[in-house]
């Protein structure tokens, strides 16, 4: 009876932890602001039943509460409601910058160290950065990350990806497949607070 009761215990302590584990999930796709239609990523971050995060619209703006299940989840931000439909993949949309209907694609994580960064192909802008994971290397396009912080608001665009180089670091990817893809958000690495702008160099330095 007592290792039954333990057992049943343990279970509950399981479970309980999954409920709350924190999940965070990144989208991109297109919303409406001012009532024009955008392009947006969003960051999110779910725990049992609740979603925080960030919405970029045109600069990125705190979700403000909303709900999950297993294939919707629901959320405000700015003023306007937005609900995503992961089965569909689908996201609406209402409120003051307008309503619609529109496709959304969920974002693809991988973890892995920055092993080297090169320039694109015929002078395009776009580099490749060359990611190490579990023994085989991605190569990534690099246009104009997102940068997602631990603990201040995202950065629109962070273009010294370079300084993660030789680090390990995390990822989202859109259209991700035989080992490349497009990086559109970077997660700040651990231990470390990245500056907006880069630090300016001594003069031992210039």
Aim: charged residues 30%; proline residues 5%; contains cysteine.
């Amino acid at each position: 009876m007592k290792h039954r009761t333990l057992h049943v215990c343990i279970l509950l302590v399981l479970f309980s932890f999954s409920a709350w584990a924190q999940e965070r999930r990144i989208y991109e796709g297109v919303v409406s602001l001012r009532k024009k239609t955008i392009g947006t990523v969003i960051l999110m971050e779910t725990r049992a039943n609740s979603v925080a995060g960030w919405i970029r619209l045109e600069k990125f703006v705190p979700i403000e509460g909303g709900a999950i299940s297993p294939e919707r989840v629901e959320f405000r931000a700015a003023g306007n409601s937005y609900a995503i439909d992961e089965r569909r993949r689908r996201i609406s949309y209402s409120g003051p910058d307008g309503e619609g209907n529109r496709y959304i694609t969920s974002l693809s994580q991988l973890t892995g160290r920055l092993e080297a960064l090169t320039e694109g192909e015929q002078f395009s802008g776009t580099n490749v950065a060359t990611l190490e994971v579990r023994g085989r290397r991605w190569n990534l396009t690099v246009g104009r990350p997102a940068l997602w912080k631990r603990q201040n608001p995202p950065f629109e665009t962070f273009p010294r990806i370079e300084e993660f180089l030789n680090q390990e670091i995390s990822v989202w990817l859109a259209d991700a497949d035989q080992r490349q893809g497009r990086i559109v958000v970077i997660e700040e690495p651990e231990g470390m607070d990245v500056p907006l702008k880069p630090p300016k160099k001594s003069k031992d330095e210039k």
